[in-house]
């Protein structure tokens, strides 16, 4: 009796049980945009940073959204991050997870959480493999019930975390390492795994398994992909609209969007103010369409 122990597709027979694993890419690949924006939401929000860093982190989200990651930028987030969390106590840190959950859960594709599942059922365990934090990677993948996480270490001395790294950044072959080192450990053939991925810089990821699978691709990665025959995904409608947005000139619209975010989620009564900017905007509008108190007021030049 013979038997087919080369990897199956999603919903094929398998003679035996894959020794594989399938690896998820967090970030555009198992949900819509940055996990880092619901931490920097919670972070503003219990006075941890401050709100022109928020406003700068909602406008890096929407930048990932609309053009991918760079190695420039993932540095650039990675120093922003360590110099956040230094001093931070851990327990203050886990008193953040209710609040980025809280973002970050309705924000998952149920695409990709049916595909994750349905590589349980087939044998195959399931990991989150990300830049994001440790403990970021931990939390959800505990939420999820997936097999574990994969992320990005932070040192930590004396219940507080030191800003310094606890081991390689998990960014392209660091990725690849984080990979190597859990099969090693699990004895998981990569041979026989899969991974999922948005980026051009996980492209280490990508082929370090037999089976690669592109979710909402950047461009780089779009090319590559159709050159390579690899299954394409699109889960992303405003990451399109993004892209038709940014050909009319996307900047003003980009910087309303952050503006928007930061009066809606002021959270502690820090919102106050700028509710209070938008209502004395909005006021000559609608003493135009009708109020009695009207007085002819300039209109607005623009559109």
């Known amino acids: 009796m013979t038997g087919n122990a080369d990897g199956n597709g999603l919903g094929g027979p398998a003679a035996q049980p894959p020794r594989g694993a399938a690896f998820f890419d967090l970030d555009k690949t198992l949900m819509a945009g940055s996990s880092g924006i619901f931490f920097a939401r919670a972070a503003y929000e219990t006075g941890m940073i401050s709100r ?17 990651s ?9 120093r922003r991050v360590a110099e956040t969390i230094a001093g931070v106590r ?17 924000r998952l594709y149920p695409q990709m ?10 044998g195959r365990r399931v990991y989150i493999l990300t830049a ?10 505990h939420v999820l019930a997936f097999d574990g996480g994969l992320g990005t270490r932070s040192e930590i001395i004396d219940g507080r975390y030191t800003g310094r790294p606890a081991g390689p950044f998990n960014y392209r072959e660091g990725k690849v ?3 190597r080192d859990l099969a090693e450990r699990e004895a998981i053939e990569l041979g026989d795994s899969y991974a999922y991925s948005d980026s051009e810089s996980d492209l280490p990821m990508l082929r370090a398994v037999r089976h690669a699978v592109v979710v909402n691709p950047d461009a780089a990665l779009r090319r590559i992909a159709a ?14 609209r993004l892209k038709t947005l940014a050909v009319l000139g996307a900047g003003t619209a980009v910087a309303s969007l952050a503006r928007m975010v930061i009066e809606q989620r002021g959270g502690n009564g820090a919102g106050r103010g700028p509710e209070r900017r938008v209502r004395r905007r909005t006021a000559p509008a609608a003493r135009r369409n009708g109020s009695s108190r009207s007085r002819g007021a300039r209109p607005r030049r623009g559109g």
């Open 52 to 68: 022109s860093r928020l406003v700068r982190d909602v406008y890096e989200n929407l930048r990932f959204r609309l053009l991918g």
């Open 113 to 122: 959480l049916e595909r994750a599942y349905a590589h349980q059922d087939e």
């Open 132 to 141: 994001a934090s440790q403990e970021m990677a931990d939390l959800l993948a």
């Open 70 to 78: 760079t190695d420039d930028r993932a540095d650039v987030v990675r």
């Open 227 to 240: 050159q390579e025959r690899w299954e394409v995904i699109e889960l992303d409608p405003l990451g399109r």
């Open 177 to 179: 390492l984080a990979m």
């Open 90 to 106: 851990v327990r203050d840190l886990e008193r953040l997870s209710p609040r980025v959950l809280s973002g970050v859960l309705p």
